[in-house]
């Protein structure tokens, strides 16, 4: 069966500093990773994704994340928050190779300070 | 943005009420899916569908079903809705088992 953990239910940064949102996963073969953003009251929207190609994932508005597999893990990192940023961010996992279903994380809340 | 029109946006209903919510889609997509939205608990998956009239359960699938009698709508049934059911349902839709693309949320509460 295939899990997903988001290590922070909040994150709170300044404005122009790093952002780090934890993940970890648990899966018996091979998974596809997803980073979802929520803005409040908007549906989601896919930031970036790892399917099997390069572990380091670019995505949009200058997020990245790193599969790594010794550590089970799918962080999600941007150089610089932005107040535009502040919104909710799930972490997803593939749950099946067949079925498509998506395997959410309980989500971590970005707060940014100006 | 893909076609997913989800329908109504904001319901209020009774308890003991039967409600339909319908997930309408453009893009011929095999994959649907019904997922509600709780604090705390992230986004669960309700029921999904594999292709027409093929349909199977989530991890949250008690009081709900569904139906798929064509490729571009899913419904979701409350039978007799409860105020534990009283959510944010999501409908997504994806062509393979990679990402997938949601609506815009149906706001529903139960008194």
């Known amino acids: 069966a295939q899990s997903v953990t988001q290590l922070d239910s909040h994150v709170s940064v300044s404005e122009g500093t790093p952002v780090l949102l934890r993940c970890n996963y648990s899966s018996s073969y091979s998974p596809s990773l997803f980073w979802y953003v929520q803005h409040p009251n908007k549906g989601l929207q896919l930031l970036l994704k790892y399917t099997s190609a390069a572990t380091l994932v670019k995505g949009i508005n200058g997020f990245e994340a790193e599969f790594k597999k010794s550590e089970t893990s799918f962080h999600l990192t941007k150089p610089s928050a932005h107040m535009s940023d502040a919104a909710e961010y799930f972490c997803v996992v593939s749950g099946s190779s067949n079925t498509g279903k998506l395997i959410f994380g309980q989500g971590t809340t970005l707060q940014v300070k100006p | 943005d893909a076609g997913i029109t989800q329908s109504p946006r904001h319901k209020v209903t009774e308890t003991g009420t039967p409600v339909t919510l319908r997930c309408h889609q453009t893009?011929?997509?095999?994959?649907m899916y019904w997922y509600r939205q709780d604090p705390g608990h992230g986004l669960r998956l309700i029921h999904y569908?594999?292709?027409?009239?093929?349909?199977d359960k989530g991890e949250v699938s008690d009081g709900y079903s569904v139906s798929r009698s064509k490729t571009e709508d899913f419904l979701l049934t409350l039978e007799s809705a409860t105020s534990s059911q009283t959510s944010v349902y999501f409908c997504?839709?994806?062509?393979?088992?990679?990402?997938?693309?949601f609506g815009q949320g149906t706001r529903l509460t139960v008194v």
């Open positions: 893009e011929n997509h095999r994959y």
């Open positions: 997504a839709i994806s062509d393979s088992y990679t990402e997938a693309f």
């Open positions: 569908s594999y292709g027409v009239k093929d349909t």
